[in-house]
C-alpha cells in the first residue's frame, strides 16, 4: 500500500504591516506561539535535481529549533498553495547538512526574514518581515483561509504567488 503524502495548504498576503495585523489576529482568536524573531533558511539541491521538478529541500532554523522540509510540486489553484510537504527536527543541524553534502546536495539558497507564529483552530498563522515588505501565510484547510481572509479583509488583490525564494531573487537579494 502507497503512503499517503501529508499535503500543506497555504497562502502568502501582502500586508503593509507585521503590527497592523497582530491586534486582529488575536481579536479573530489566534494565540501567539513564537515572538517575532529570526529565521534562517537554506535551500538544498542537487545539480538542480529538485527545482527541475518543482520540488525543495530546506533546512531552517527557527524559535530555538532546526527543520528538514521536503516540498513537492504544487498542485495549480488560482490562489492557494498546494503540495506535498514532510518536515522533521533535527537536533544537529551540522550533522544534517554533512549528511546532505555527503548525498551529493549542496547549499544554492539562504535567506533570512523575521518570523512570528499564530495558531487557532487547525489554521497557523505567520507575520513574516521581509527586506522587501511584509507578509501574512495562512497555513490549514482551505476553507478556514479563506474565512480568515474575509474577517481580516484581505482578498485576492494581496495574494503572492511566488516563493520567498523567488522573491528574494526578483529584489536582487540573492
Same mark, same amino acid.
Request: glycine fraction near 8%; hydrophobic fraction near 40%; charged fraction near 25%.
Given at each position: 500500500? /502507497? ?5 500543506e495548504?497555504?497562502v ?13 489576529l488575536? /481579536?479573530?482568536g ?25 520540488s /525543495? ?7 530555538g529549533?532546526?527543520l *528538514? ?5 504544487q ?9 506535498p510537504?514532510?518536515?522533521? #527536527? ?8 554533512g ?15 523575521r518570523?512570528?507564529t ?7 498563522a ?17 476553507q478556514?483561509?479563506? *474565512?480568515?481572509?474575509?474577517? *481580516?479583509? *484581505?482578498?485576492?488583490?494581496? #495574494?503572492?504567488?511566488r516563493?520567498y525564494?523567488?522573491?528574494?531573487q526578483?529584489h536582487?537579494?540573492?
Amino acid at each position: 500500500m /502507497a503512503h499517503q503524502l501529508p499535503i500543506e495548504t497555504e497562502v502568502k498576503l501582502r500586508i503593509p504591516s507585521t503590527e497592523s495585523l497582530r491586534p486582529l489576529l488575536t /481579536a479573530l482568536g489566534f494565540a501567539p506561539m513564537e515572538p517575532m524573531q529570526a529565521e534562517e533558511s537554506v535551500l538544498w539541491d542537487r545539480d538542480g535535481e529538485l527545482i527541475s521538478k518543482g520540488s /525543495a529541500l530546506r533546512l531552517r532554523r527557527y524559535g530555538g529549533r532546526s527543520l *528538514l522540509t521536503w516540498k513537492g510540486p504544487q498542485t495549480p489553484d488560482p490562489a492557494l498553495k498546494i503540495r506535498p510537504e514532510i518536515q522533521t #527536527i533535527i537536533s544537529d543541524p551540522a550533522a544534517m547538512e554533512g549528511i546532505l553534502t555527503a548525498l551529493g546536495y549542496a547549499p544554492v539558497f539562504r535567506m533570512s526574514k523575521r518570523r512570528a507564529t499564530f495558531q487557532r483552530d487547525g489554521l497557523e498563522a505567520c507575520l513574516d518581515e521581509t527586506p522587501f515588505g511584509s507578509y501574512l501565510e495562512l497555513e490549514g484547510d482551505p476553507q478556514s483561509i479563506r *474565512l480568515a481572509m474575509e474577517h *481580516l479583509g *484581505l482578498d485576492a488583490s494581496h #495574494i503572492e504567488p511566488r516563493s520567498y525564494a523567488a522573491l528574494f531573487q526578483a529584489h536582487g537579494l540573492a
